[in-house]
């Protein structure tokens, strides 16, 4: 097997044979769909076609008939029962034609876009090096979650050009983690203020990622994180408590779960999923279920000192689950309270799937699989792009973390890999600064070994920012490290994402250990890592906005650095100018932060991300 280094695929191949001879792309060549059923290759055609159009300017009609003549064909999609893996795909390119054959449709799909990357490389020549690639995907299920709860819900037009990219890097999976931003018609206060997605609109993009091969998973969060609901006069009585409570970080303000006592709770559930569920082909559902630290805390206090929390939990989820099961679906759930139980988890539905998630590079991602896997309950491994609570990413956190769940999921035999993208604390991110986590984590779940040492910068400019300089790369790779130039690593977020979310004096009592010059040391370190975008050539509709997004997140960072210098002056004069330096500062970054969030997201939540802003600009006055 001969390998081309110079090959940059996303993901990676497992096997590449580098062949003897080239192709030349010419003009009024057929496609032939060699199938029982040519109509399911014809999105996948076209997709072709459109890469063809779009790099070369050539047109290849589409043909269904085997007796077409063989020298009109050149390329050729063929499903054969007889191919060894379900979305796997054998793709050849010879002097005198292409050739893609796969088991399933999914398969062609994947050959396809595969192809479509191959184009990429010969794009100054219209020659295509002949070759053979072997490739099928580690993970039968590779997902990405975004949360689309926490202020920032994204327009249409953003989640189909999402759903496109994903789709090219052979994601099957997508869900869009509600709380409360689904039009339900019985429940309209909730969502009153929250531009939250209609039933047609889950119709929609439904059907749009069905044709991609992408699998849209309903997800309402039924049991924790139930505040926006709750602090509603109708729902608070489903409450299990209504005022502060111990987390493991300290204190939290309720109210926050439902009751799992109440009768009233799963009442409210049933109604929720009978409104949601049926604008879903997908047969999985994530009912959500985590964090509900609050349990045993109020109302269910009793009963869970004469049964265990744990008890009382895994009761609720049985009813969840029931409801569920009644309606014709798989239940997913998040994995991270009945982990605390282990001697409850042989008790889960073996037809269910827990979420193993986790967001630190150091997660115990082995000893939690091995725990579900012992008990035979079907798990997904959960990591995440590490792009919230951080501005920029973090990327080598990001990296390790992306890493270690594909490999020990692999281990313990995860059915799937779903990759999270979280809002917390007012979705202050950018969506670019998550593509490098939805590249890598497409790169990992797909093939772990053949993508282990990916160039993740040269491949993020290649095919999520379409630029072949790599300078685009460069600046996310190099932005979203930053955070390690200060020091302090905290859990789940950055140091500058705290200072610009704390008050002044917490700042100064947490970080006062921390010089001035780590400070100093991190703007150096955002200067270096934006010089790059100067030499970036995006090829992307929308690549002013990108430029503008990591202008704006460079632009933040700094503000953080010089706010936490502030914090830690002691001369009151040159505290004072840094106060009104820091407050004109801010007063340009929200107008610029509001029309950056208006270019791919719905105005519902922007009041409320931008309230933490201001709210950060009154240590300045």
């Known amino acids: 097997m001969t390998i081309n280094n110079s090959l940059v695929l996303l993901p990676a191949p497992r096997c590449v044979d580098m062949r003897q001879g080239t192709l030349t792309l010419t003009e009024g060549k057929l496609i032939l769909l060699d199938s029982a059923d040519p109509q399911a290759l014809r999105f996948a055609a076209a997709r072709f076609q459109h890469g063809l159009r779009e790099r070369f300017g050539l047109t290849w009609e589409t043909v269904a008939s085997r007796s077409t003549p063989r020298d009109h064909i050149a390329l050729t999609l063929r ?19 292409i050739t893609v054959e796969a088991r399933d449709d999914a398969g062609i799909f994947y050959g396809v876009c595969t192809l479509i990357q191959l184009l990429d490389s010969c794009a100054s020549s219209s020659a295509l090096d002949a070759l053979h690639i072997t490739d099928w995907p580690d993970f039968p299920a590779r997902g990405v979650m975004l949360d689309v709860s926490r202020d920032k819900v994204p327009t249409m037009d953003t989640l189909f050009t999402l759903v496109d990219m994903l789709a ?30 209609t ?27 139930m505040e926006r609901w709750l602090k509603l006069p109708r729902y608070l009585p489903l409450a299990e408590i209504d005022h502060d409570f111990d987390v493991p970080w300290g204190k939290h303000a309720g109210p926050f779960s439902l009751c799992p ?4 709770s799963l009442e409210l559930v049933r109604g929720l999923f009978d409104e949601l569920l049926p604008h879903f082909t997908s047969r999985m559902f994530n009912v959500g279920c985590d964090e509900t630290f609050d349990v045993g805390q109020g109302r269910s206090k009793d009963e869970c000192a004469a049964r265990g929390s744990g008890r009382v939990y895994l009761d609720f989820l049985l009813k969840v689950y029931r409801e569920v099961k009644a309606r014709g679906h798989t239940m997913q759930f998040w994995g991270d309270i ?45 990591p995440g792009t590490s792009s919230w609570c951080s501005l920029a990413g973090r990327t080598d956190n990001a990296v390790g973390n992306l890493l270690s769940a594909a490999e020990n999921g692999l281990e313990h035999g995860a059915t799937g ?48 920012f379409r630029d072949p300089t790599g300078s685009m790369g460069r600046v996310a790779y190099g932005l979203g490290n930053v955070y390690r130039v200060i020091g302090p690593e905290p859990h789940n977020a950055s140091v500058l994402f705290h200072v610009l979310q704390w008050p002044l004096d917490k700042v100064h009592t947490l970080y006062k250990d921390l010089s001035g ?12 890592a934006m010089l790059p975008l100067s030499d970036a050539q995006i090829a992307r509709p929308d690549a002013g906005l990108i430029m503008q997004e990591f202008i704006l997140t460079a632009r933040l960072l700094r503000h953080a650095c010089r706010r936490a210098l502030l914090a830690l002056e ?52």
Request: aromatic share 12%; hydrophobic share 40%; with cysteine.
């Open 79 to 97: 499903v054969t029962p007889d191919h060894p893996h379900p979305q796997g795909y054998d793709l050849t390119i010879a002097p005198d034609g």
């Open 168 to 197: 090219g890097w052979k994601i099957n999976q997508l869900q869009l983690y509600i709380e409360h931003t689904f039009a339900y018609r019985h429940h309209p206060e909730v969502w009153a203020n929250a531009s939250p997605f």
């Open 199 to 225: 039933g047609q609109e889950m119709l929609d993009l439904d059907a749009y990622c069905r044709e991609r091969h992408i699998e849209l998973v309903p997800n309402q969060n039924s049991f924790g994180h």
């Open 261 to 264: 006592i109440d009768p009233g």
């Open 338 to 382: 009945i982990v605390q139980h282990p001697e409850l988890i042989p008790e889960l539905p073996k037809d269910s799937i827990a979420l193993e998630w986790g967001y630190e590079a150091n997660h115990p991602f082995d000893e939690h699989g091995a725990q579900f896997s012992a008990s035979g309950i079907p798990f997904y491994v959960c």
């Open 417 to 464: 890999y779903l990759n999270t993208d979280w809002g917390d604390y007012g979705h202050w991110q950018v969506l670019p600064v998550s593509y490098l986590g939805f590249a890598a984590g497409a790169a990992y779940s797909w093939a772990l070994e053949a993508n282990r040492n990916l160039d993740i910068p040269r491949v993020l400019s290649l095919y999520a």
């Open 517 to 528: 010059a780590a400070f100093h040391h991190a703007i150096d370190a955002i200067d270096q």
């Open 570 to 621: 002691e001369d009151p004069a040159q505290a004072a100018q840094l106060r009104r330096e820091l407050d004109w500062d801010m007063l340009e970054l929200i107008p610029q932060y509001r029309k950056v969030w208006l270019s791919r997201n719905r105005l519902g939540g922007l009041a409320d991300s931008v309230a933490r802003f201001e709210t950060t600009r009154k240590d300045y006055e």
